[in-house]
Structures are given as structure tokens and as C-alpha cells.
């Protein structure tokens, strides 16, 4: 059966409209048309509240690939009309680039020399001695070393890679915006390569916690203009800047949210990972992961790791995201676990809302987690019951980002340290030498004061 969009109402900050209802098929016909959806992408802060069936949504013909920017009922371009041609020619763009012998030797290039890929999949022997049983049974764990990329996590991949395009395309103007600041020092960094003037929009909740990396973006040259509020509230600055310059400027998006061709960009330039994960494992046992895991925030590391494993029906996609302080608190980034079904920054996914469609606040320590909303193919993954979702807490993701430093050696950011922490709650229930893989997306030395605020409350607790 399909579903349909039950009638709600939309704010905007101007004023209110009645959504119709009407089914997923003429949605989809008129999603670059939606009036609505496109007032609540203009304001930035208020979401389109949709209600599913029940009985949730089945896999299709779309199967795991996106048709037209669709995942189902998620995705799509709720968009002004004038952003449509300014899409259209991204898509095109993105779509050449993606079969051009020439960029992608290029491409393959500069992510061996400069990103430094491949990245190892490194066997976590300490770690894996400390989930094992009292009968010295238990899973081998494996990280894959996405914090050994140039400036210290995944996001490097897709910046260099949309920067590269940015300047195919003759745009001499980048604007981005970042949570935890890893994407905006990739994007800086690209950008000072490949000498494009670069703008980061930046929460001022975010430039306190990450002054490190705020630094670092302005060492490289980008300049950084900070926003009141948070990674959400970047985001939508970000947004409205490019509108305001959409032939000589890019914004280079470093999540897979927003509007096609946006997610399917990130996901595609982050799909190295996968790959790579599987020739190594193939390499050193022979075979596919059992199961892989990773953090879900808005989902670019996960879907990066996903991707390529989707097809596998034996591998198992477990995705962690934030509980904050509880599920039941009201401070968490546990979108998928939590949300509801509505339209923000350009597409349709789960958001973090209440029943007026006003989105909400998120919370976790990992402040690359703390965005109300997720990419629409984690969104379509989660319904068909392809990927599995989990919560850590707040205390669990510091414990574990201490653990993972002091057994092996190796500081995983606090976004990382969420997928790290779901170990151990599953590493009980798998068979003796499962292999699991945790994709380790970024480097900690971010999060080291943050930690030490904590600690005297850790100390306490444990």
C-alpha cells in the first residue's frame, strides 16, 4: 500500500500554509514545485511534518539506488524554482565527472598523494582481548583508519573532490559549513591547494568547543564567519550566501543531506572507504566483513562505509547515534531512533521536530553528531531494515573514546568514539572471531579538552 502525507500544518518565519495531502506518486512528480517545502528550505528553521504508514516502507524497484534523487519517499528537491537550473547544472556536472577519464586520474591522484589513501584496515588486538569471554572466545575487531587522512578524518575525500570540481566548473568562491570542524579544515585545505577563496560558517556553540580547529581554517586561509547557534544554523547561513551568488560561487556540502544531486555527491566521493574495506578484507581473511559499524549523524562517514556493503545481505550495517544525555531526556542527536518523517535544507528525511514542524534542538558530546537531521538514504536504509540503528549515551561515547587511547594507542574523535562505545553491547552477541570492522572516521586530539572537562564527572560515575 502507499503511503500518503497526512495534513499538517508548515511554519514558516513569515507565516503558516496547510500541507495537502496527496499521495508519494504525485509528490514526487511535483517536488520541484512544492511551495511549501520550498518556504521551509528559505527560512532554515522550520520542517514539513509527514506521517508513514505504520507498517513502514518496503523495498521497491528503487532498490538501494536512488532514482532521480529519490530513496524511496525520501530525498528529493524541495527547492525554490530558482535554485531548479542551479541543481540541474551541479547534477550534470557531478554526473561527468563521475565517468571523465581525466578527473578521476586526477582525482585518484591527489587522494594517494595528498589525502594519503589507502587508509590501513588495522586489527585492534587489545581491543579485541578486551571483548573476548571469560572463555576467550569473542569478535575480531578492526578499525578502518580514516583518521590517518591529511587533517585528520573522512571529510578529506569529498573536499578535495568537490573543490576539484569547483574549479572545473570555473567557480572561484567556496562556502561551506561544519560542526566539529573537520569539514571546514578539509575544505580550507582543498581550497588553499587548489587556490580558491573559501568561506566556513561555523555555530558559535561549536567555535567555542572546537577552538582548535577554528584555528587551523584560518591558517589556512579560509576566513570564518560564525553564526549564532549551531551546525543547523551554519548550514542554512551557508546555503543562503551561495543563493545570493549561484553563478560564481560553490557550496561544498561535506554531509549527505540537503537536495540531489548534494547527497548522492558525498556519498559517491566518501564511497572509497567501502571499497577499499572490502579488497583489504578480502586480502586478510580472505572474505566480507561480518559486520561494520559506524556514528550517524547526518551520515557521511556511515554511508561512506555502507555503501558498498549494501548489496551484502550477510553483512550486517549497524549505525550509533547519539543518545546525549538519555532518549527520554530531550537532549540527544538521535535522529533516526527518534524523529519523524519531514523536509529540511532541501529534501525529504527524518528530522528531529515537534508537531507544529518546528525542528528541534540536537545534543552529544561528539559535536560533529549534533544536526536534527540524516541523509535520505540512511533514512530509506533504516525503514527497510537494511541498516540497523543504535544509541550510545554522552558517558558511554567518553569512556570509550578513553578506552580505544589507552589499549591501542589511537585517539578517536568523539563522533567515532559513539560507534566505538556500541561495542559493548554487541561484541556479547556475536560468535567467537566475527569480524567487525568500526569505521574509526576521525582523529581526537579535537576532543582532548573536552574529554578533560568531563572526566571528574566520569570518574565519579564509574
Known sequence: MAATIKPHLL???ETSFACPKQSISSMKRAESNNFMAACAVRSGSKALIVERQSSGIELDAVGRRESKGKFGIYGGKFVPETLMSSLGKLEADFNFVLHDAKFQAELATALRDYVGRETPLYFAERLTNHYKNENGEGPDIYLKRED??????HKMNNAIAQAMMAKRMGRQKVVAATGAGQHGVATAAACAKLSLDCTIFMGSEDMEKQASNVFLIKLLGAQVTQVEGSFKDASSEAIRQWVNDLEGSY?????VVGPHPCPSMVREFQSIIGRETRRQAMERWGGRPDVV???IGSGSNALGIFHEFIGDEDVRLVGVEAAGFGL?????????????VGVYHGAMSYL????EGQVLGAHSVGIGLQYPGVGPELSFLKDTGRAEIYTVTDKEAL????????????IPAMEAAHALAYLEKLCPTLPDSTKVVVNCS???????PLFFQHQPTLNAQN
Do not use: F, P, W
Request: include cysteine; aromatic fraction near 4%; hydrophobic fraction near 35%.
Open 352 to 355: 528531529l521536530q515537534d508537531q
Open 293 to 295: 559499524v559506524a556514528c
Open 328 to 340: 527520554d531526556s530531550g537532549r540527544h542527536a538521535a535522529t533516526l531512533a527518534m524523529g519523524q
Open 148 to 153: 590517518l587522512n591529511h587533517c585528520g578524518a
Open 442 to 448: 576521525g582523529r581526537g586530539d579535537k576532543d582532548a
Open 11 to 13: 511554519l514558516t518565519n
Open 251 to 255: 557550496y561544498l556540502t561535506g554531509t
Open 399 to 410: 569512556n570509550a573514546y578513553q578506552l580505544l587511547s589507552r589499549l591501542e594507542g589511537i
